[in-house]
């Protein structure tokens, strides 16, 4: 018995259009992490303007955004992985949508003014508003609607047949 544990491919999609959609998520994330990860600096700033005094606070937040977006791509992009990496990349992709609005909820509920919301880490200045909860919840549909069609606990159907 090794130390990792066998790569095993990715279970089947139930239908092409949730492979099509679980394309766009990973583009998106890709894109966010990508000018997040470029422009780190100004994206962590932007969350110590949001939460002022709690420096702590605002990296953290700064680096699970980015490693959660990085951590569900495997996941969304059908790679062969470990199951228990799978199981961590499906929840990543749920956790994105979710943290993301977290932060816009404080941003619109907090006193301070942001020229802001950090989606594309400063790159292009996105003010926050109700758009960005609309995002945020759109992001959550596509990750759900991936993870149902591309469900981890789901047998192979190669494993179906051979029954």
Known sequence: MGIFLPLSPPPLAVTANVKKLSIVYSVILVVFAVTQLFMFESFRANFELLWEGYEV????VAI?????????????LGMKLGQGLRWISVVASWLVPLVWLLVVGCTLTNQTRLNDIG?????????????AVFVCLALGILSIWASWGMWPGRTSVKKQLSK
């Open 119 to 131: 989606f594309l880490g400063g790159v292009v200045a996105l003010e926050p508003g109700l758009w």
């Open 57 to 60: 606070l605002a990296l953290t």
């Open 64 to 76: 699970v955004i980015v490693t959660t977006e990085v951590l569900a791509l495997p996941f969304l």
